[in-house]
């Protein structure tokens, strides 16, 4: 009943109800596509990247001189387990390294063909590993950039020998230098050799494996292929004699927490922006109900009159208020709708695609709600505190 | 029920005090039917509003049904006001955006009636001051006579025991006032009390009991 109410005072001057709700309706607008967008543009940034395969789950397991963890505990799993596309170990030592006449201690790194795909490296010359040279240990090596730089130089090294500790490997690879986001964390100046080969040259490593990286086949969320890694971990390593887990597993969504941050931040800055322009029509709002109850001053007064008390009045114009935002809330989410259709149509072949965010209307609808109160409030309250018989003589 | 005691309600105009009530002492009892006569000027709205609780004294006590009106809260006061007290006032007071059946349709809803109950008394009312045909309408699309009439079903669907008319033929020619009056007349032989302010001697001879103000001072007047 007093929404109908309001809804009629707020109808018998269009022109000037739409003219006060376009503030909030430029603000809604504002903050729903901005927000819209970024959130579009990020997850077709997401996409891409996650589909270059640079997300994977990383685990570390404490062997405590015993043989934890295998080579064929792994194969054995990645064959049963569905939710994980690929496994590789990396086993690591430091070796004597030996080059022509250049000799420098080097950290060699102990892995198999998985390696290149889960770690998103990329080959300048020559191949990565090959399963044959897992299964026959053969002594060949892949020169991470800087070892390059360190033992090389500029010329063409491929085919070449070197030796670790004083055994003769094969250059058969050179990575190029990688804008990979986690291969740069983890410096190139690395060398590596088949995981046969590292168990056989370097008996710690003999010992099990103590790292190993795990990726999930498409569709499958990194949060199912971590829990994947735990159950397996759990199961093979357990925990010591205090309860503790014997290993440690990390998911690296790597995208996602780069994109995610970013996202945030635009997200906020935005939003923060879109929030002034929605207080700034709250600020139209309220100016527009002081006006409207000077004007229907001698209405109130008759309100009163007949037994409205400061209550009902208070609520009567609060309601207008608070409707006049919602209509605007309304209305602006309508048009932003529009506006992202027309942008998913301008954009058709950048494969972006921008939907209307449900948690940026829910928000702004709670937002354009306090605001319609906050603003209501004051003139509302105005008007409730009238004293009747000033109200119905006012203007005659 | 209603007990005015040397009740006194003064405007500060400039240097000037202007006594629009001076010591006004006054008892109505129920079911009576007073006229207040007086030239314009002489405080008779003042009164009406202080009775009507739309107004407060300056000094002296009003006490409505035997408790001093300060000692009604304000939630208290509109309830009176919607319940007890039925206004009808010399320009009618519709709200203009409202249509005949919405006016007198407020004050129940103020009074929480359900509304299928709203909508018989509406009716009811319509139809006592004979303006069901124009329900519809709104206040600008009708005579004075019938804006008048509205106000009156008005101040008749709360059924309320006080009918404090200020002036409701101020603005009316004889014949419409005529009917007005007759109005009027019939709710106080159902039971209503009626307090009519007039400045014509010949619609206040139609009372039972008439007082005569002037200059913010009262004075019975023996008819
Ligand atoms: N709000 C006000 N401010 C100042 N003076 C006022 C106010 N209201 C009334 N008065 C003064 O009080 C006196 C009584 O006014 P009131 O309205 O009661 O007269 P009235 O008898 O109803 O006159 P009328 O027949 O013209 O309606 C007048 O002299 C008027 O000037
Ligand atoms: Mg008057």
Known sequence: MSFKMALRSIGSNKLRAVLTMLGIII?????????????GATRSVTDQM???????????????????????????????????EAVAPDSQDSSMVKYGSKSQRMTIRGTTPAYYEINGLQLETGRFLKNADILNGSRVCILGPSAVDALVGYADCVGD???????????????GKSDSLMYSGYGDNVIYIPYTAMVRQFPNVAEGINNFYATAPEGTSMKEAEAAVRAFLSEKVGTDEWGNENYYVYSMDVMENAMGSVTNVLSILLGGIASISLIVGGIGIMN?????????????????????????????????????????????????????????????????????????????????????????????????????IDALHYGG | MIDLHDITKVYQIGDEKV?????????????????????????????????????LADAGVYRLDGIPIEDYSEKQLARIRNEKIGFIFQNFNLIPKLSAEENVELP?????????????????????????????HLPTELSGGQQQRVAIARALVTRPSLILADEPTGNLDSRTSREILDILMELHEQGNTVVLITHDNDIARQAKRSVHILDGRLTEVAL
Request: net charge positive.
């Open chain 1, 27 to 39: 603000g809604v607008m504002a903050l729903v596509v901005l927000v819209s967008i970024v959130n």
């Open chain 1, 50 to 84: 996650s589909a270059l395969g640079s997300n994977y789950v990383e685990a570390y397991v404490w062997s405590y001189g015993r043989k934890a963890l295998t080579m064929e505990d792994l194969n054995e799993w990645v064959e049963s387990e569905p939710l994980i």
């Open chain 1, 161 to 175: 020998e070197i030796s670790l500790d004083g055994l003769r490997y094969t250059i058969v690879g050179v990575l």
């Open chain 1, 288 to 388: 527009i109900m002081l006006v409207t109850v000077t004007e229907r001053t001698r209405e109130i007064g008759i309100r009163k009159a007949i037994g409205a008390n400061r209550g009902t009045i208070l609520r009567q114009f609060l309601l207008e208020a608070v409707v006049l935002c919602m209509m605007g809330c309304a209305i602006g989410i309508f048009l932003s709708w529009c506006i992202l259709r027309l942008a998913n149509v301008v954009v058709a072949d950048m494969s972006m695609r921008f939907a209307l965010s449900g948690n940026v209307v829910v928000l702004s609808v709670i937002f354009c709600f306090v605001i319609g109160v906050i603003f209501g409030l004051y003139p509302a309250n105005k008007a409730a505190k009238m004293k009747p």
């Open chain 2, 19 to 55: 006594y629009a009530l001076d010591h006004v002492s006054m008892h109505i009892y129920p079911r009576e039917f007073v006229s207040v006569i007086g030239p314009s000027g002489s405080g008779k709205s003042t009164l009406m509003n202080i009775i009507g609780c739309l107004d």
């Open chain 2, 108 to 136: 129940l809803i103020y009074r929480g009636v359900k509304a299928s109950e709203r909508a018989e008394r509406v009716r009811e009312a319509l139809d006592k001051v004979g303006l069901t045909h124009r329900a519809k």
